[in-house]
């Protein structure tokens, strides 16, 4: 991946699925729309691209991944969070 010009819908994005307010599968939907409108910007094109362009969105999460490893060196680490539930 190459670096991208810094796009605001892209960053804005990013934070919404950190913060569970869209699946990173629905940012991309978006990402494809906004493309499709006209939006020329390499880095929404690239966004859209998650998951081979919507064909497989199953594969956003894995892509997006490695996507933000390359561009920022960030890296997501999984881990297990135990969950103690009771029933009445």
Not at 26 to 48: I, N
Not at 66 to 83: I, Q, S
């Amino acid at each position: 991946m190459e670096e991208y010009k810094r796009s605001k819908l892209v960053e804005k994005m990013i934070t919404m699925v950190g913060r569970g307010q869209v699946s990173i599968s629905g940012a991309a939907d978006l990402a494809r729309c906004a493309t499709s409108d006209g939006l020329l910007h390499e880095a929404v094109s690239a966004f859209g691209s998650l998951g081979a362009s919507g064909a497989s969105p199953s594969n956003c999460e894995r892509d997006m991944s490695r996507w933000l490893k390359h561009l920022f060196g960030f890296t997501l680490e999984p881990y297990t969070v135990t969950l103690h539930l009771q029933v009445s």
